[in-house]
């Protein structure tokens, strides 16, 4: 069975600067992956979506890359600001169903 | 373009007692899914609609656990009878199509938060 883990759960940085989330699985079997965006109360916002095929994903200050052999996807978050303070929650799809990691939560201080 | 719609927002119910969420999803997205996410984990799926099918629901709790989709569109999620354990957020979504070669980004309603006191 497929099993999603992110590491660390909660992060707390000053405003400004980069930061890197990460996102492991245990099944390389995957058709591709998706970071979302939870604010609290809200439901997710799809980010980034990277194709099993693909290396990495760009919007704007966030890069996505994916090392599926390895079983691993990173999410680069340039230049933070407060706003960007969230949960964060990278998901893989195998084909036919979609597995949730447990989050990081990010605190961006002014 | 309107989003995954949910209701109600919020929901205060004793254990034992029934309670039901409606989901309407974008228009012309065949695939819809029922999660359940409880705090301080990521969200888990319990069934899986394409059109007015069940595609999977193999985590859903099916001795109190219901769900149908009727005419592909709008889908009902029920619970009878709640347990304390159900206590969480109850999270929609479509998507245009759930197969690895199409654009299968799911768009997520706000959730509706349940509390079994």
């Known amino acids: 069975k497929q099993e999603v883990t992110q590491i660390p759960a909660a992060l707390s940085v000053p405003e400004g600067e980069n930061l890197v989330l990460n996102c492991s699985f245990t099944d390389s079997a995957i058709y591709n992956l998706q970071w979302f965006r939870q604010d609290p109360g809200k439901g997710l916002t799809s980010l980034l979506l990277?194709?099993?095929?693909?290396r990495e994903q760009t919007s704007g200050r966030l890069n996505a890359s994916l090392d599926k052999s390895s079983g691993r996807s990173t999410l680069y978050i340039a230049a933070s600001q407060p706003g960007d303070s969230a949960t964060y929650l990278c998901a893989v799809f195998t084909g036919n169903q979609f597995y949730f990691g447990t989050g990081t939560s990010l605190t961006v201080i002014p | 373009e309107a989003g995954v719609a949910q209701s109600p927002r919020y929901k205060i119910i004793e254990k034992r007692q029934s309670v039901a969420f409606w989901c309407n999803p974008i228009s012309g997205h065949a695939t819809l899914y029922w999660y359940q996410q409880i705090l301080g984990q990521g969200p888990k799926l319990l069934i899986q609609f394409q059109n007015n099918g069940v595609v999977d629901d193999s985590q859903l709790p099916k001795d109190r656990f219901s769900a149908e989709r009727l005419k592909g569109v709008d889908s009902t999620l029920k619970i009878q009878p709640a347990k304390l354990e159900d206590s969480a957020v109850y999270l929609c979504?479509?998507?245009?199509?759930?197969?690895?070669?199409?654009?299968?980004?799911?768009?997520f309603g706000a959730g509706t938060r349940l509390s079994v006191l």
């Open positions: 990277i194709q099993s095929s693909q």
């Open positions: 979504a479509s998507s245009l199509t759930p197969l690895a070669g199409g654009t299968n980004i799911q768009y």
